[in-house]
């Protein structure tokens, strides 16, 4: 099993330019995050989806927008990508069902925005 | 979601020192789950809380979950260099996760 899986793993952006960063993870999962991770402020939570065809805000959603397009897949979206916008962003899944919501982490995308 | 603090920022000890790390609310938490992250890696589960007064240990590692579960720490006994990363709290809401800020660790061998 290959987990949570994320592509591309690196990217630069210029300012106004747009993408899309994929995310798929294995496990049957029912839930999907996205997080962003800046120098000293450790994880910070932009959407997730708790099942398929469900998406919700978190902390800083703002200039982002996301696609659960099936239970595999969540992908998030910068329309129009600002300097603010760099950093690291991962992928998670979990269940959110039963005792655990342990959640698995993709590799990461590392997106520069000039 | 309920915010979790974590201190200290980042600590620097000699290989074979000890180390702990803070997780601290104003409110009551569900449960706490620690996350350790390498330089450059992911993070990764390292164990789940849930009792009042919970203690758990993995090996040189050890969990604690406060009796009135509005703080937990995690302590590391005779460091190792392979212990080095960041180590995160993160308090369990509905659905989702809220992440402290992380302890940076940092070792000299």
């Known amino acids: 099993n290959a987990g949570v899986t994320q592509t591309p793993k690196f990217q630069v952006l210029k300012t106004g330019q747009s993408m899309t960063l994929q995310c798929a993870q294995d496990?049957?999962?029912?839930?999907m995050y996205w997080y962003r991770q800046d120098p000293g402020m450790g994880l910070r939570l932009i959407y997730y989806?708790?099942?398929?065809?469900?998406?919700d805000k978190g902390e800083v959603p703002n200039g982002y927008n996301v696609s659960r397009l099936n239970k595999r897949e969540f992908s998030l979206r910068l329309e129009s990508a600002a300097p603010s916008q760099t950093s690291v962003y991962f992928c998670?899944?979990?269940?959110?069902?039963?005792?655990?919501?342990?959640?698995?982490f993709g590799p990461g995308t590392r997106l520069t925005v000039t | 979601g309920q915010q979790v603090m974590q201190i200290p920022q980042y600590q620097h000890v000699q290989e074979g020192e000890d180390f702990t790390t803070y997780c601290n609310s104003s409110?009551?938490?569900?449960?706490i789950q620690w996350y350790k992250q390498r330089p450059g890696g992911h993070p990764v589960f390292l164990i789940q809380?849930?009792?009042?007064?919970e203690v758990k240990k993995q090996k040189r590692l050890t969990f604690q979950f406060g009796e009135a579960k509005k703080n937990s720490s995690l302590h590391i006994t005779a460091t190792q260099t392979t212990d080095v990363g960041t180590y995160f709290c993160?308090?369990?809401?509905?659905?989702?996760?809220?992440f402290g800020q992380g302890t940076r660790l940092t070792i000299n061998p």
């Open positions: 998670a899944s979990s269940w959110t069902s039963g005792y655990s919501y342990e959640q698995y």
């Open positions: 993160a308090n369990q809401g509905a659905q989702k996760l809220v």
């Open positions: 809380l849930v009792k009042s007064g």
């Open positions: 989806s708790a099942s398929e065809g469900t998406t």
């Open positions: 496990m049957n999962h029912n839930s």
């Open positions: 409110t009551t938490l569900s449960n």
